[in-house]
């Protein structure tokens, strides 16, 4: 079985979220696998060190290429000063010998510079593009794992609100329960208490439409207008009968 490199790892995981179902009544908020999708970003993160590595290979290469540079630019100038050594060992063309050595030297120097150079060229060029790629690879991981914790923590404020709501509610219900009960009780202990004479009329409970006295027999007093009309009263029903 191949080995899953970092960006098809990645389009995995999109796939993943692609065909994660919706949650009920909404059309942006997705019922994401927390397990699997765990499981996919740990294999992304053993898979990051690889990455790491292979771009410290490439810097290493860099060195090396930079090492052979210099093996071969010192290799020209050694074999330019030996050249030149043996044109001065020459007395006749002592005079020309030194000309040619110090031409020679200066292309090797020039040679050797311009290898460098490239080398130094190279190796910064590709340092830099596996720079990017690495920071582009873990952008993207970023963002997934920022976008389904997003994901999550608004799944998780919805799930406060509505309990919330509902302990809310069952409050107000307990707190109504317990109303119904104080008044049930307070007209239950009324209604037990020892009745008081019936003589005995508290001056707040007697109004002022019930102008009424009780005699020392415990009869009824009326005014002398009360008196008069229930004579009347009296009066017409027995003609009637």
Do not use: H
Not at 224 to 232: A, F, G, T
């Amino acid at each position: 079985m191949a080995k899953k490199g970092i960006e098809e790892m990645i389009s995995e995981i999109e796939i993943f979220i692609d065909n994660c179902k919706y949650q009920p009544l909404s059309s942006s908020k997705i019922v994401v696998p927390k397990d699997d999708l765990e499981q996919m970003l740990n294999e992304l993160k053993l898979k990051l060190p690889n990455e790491i590595e292979r771009c410290k290979k490439i810097m290493r290469n860099k060195e090396a290429i930079l090492a052979d540079a210099r093996t071969r630019a010192d290799s020209i100038i050694t074999e330019s000063v030996a050249e030149a050594n043996k044109l001065v060992d020459q007395s006749q063309i002592v005079e020309l010998a030194n000309i040619r050595a110090n031409e020679i030297l200066d292309m090797a120097r020039s040679q050797a510079d311009q290898i460098v150079n490239e080398a130094n060229a190279d190796a910064n060029e590709i340092r830099l593009g596996s720079m990017y790629y690495t920071k582009d690879k873990l952008t993207e991981v970023s963002n997934y794992i920022n976008a389904t914790l997003e994901a999550e923590k608004a799944n998780y404020d919805n799930l406060i609100q509505s309990l919330q709501s509902n302990l809310d509610i069952v409050l107000n219900n307990t707190n109504e329960i317990n109303g119904d009960i104080a008044n049930m009780t307070g007209a239950a202990q009324q209604a037990a208490a020892p009745e008081d004479d019936p003589q005995a009329v508290p001056e707040e409970k007697v109004t002022a439409e019930e102008d009424r006295n009780y005699n020392v027999y415990g009869k009824t007093e009326y005014s002398d207008d009360e008196e008069d009309d229930e004579d009347d009263d009296f009066d017409d029903d027995f003609l009637d009968d």
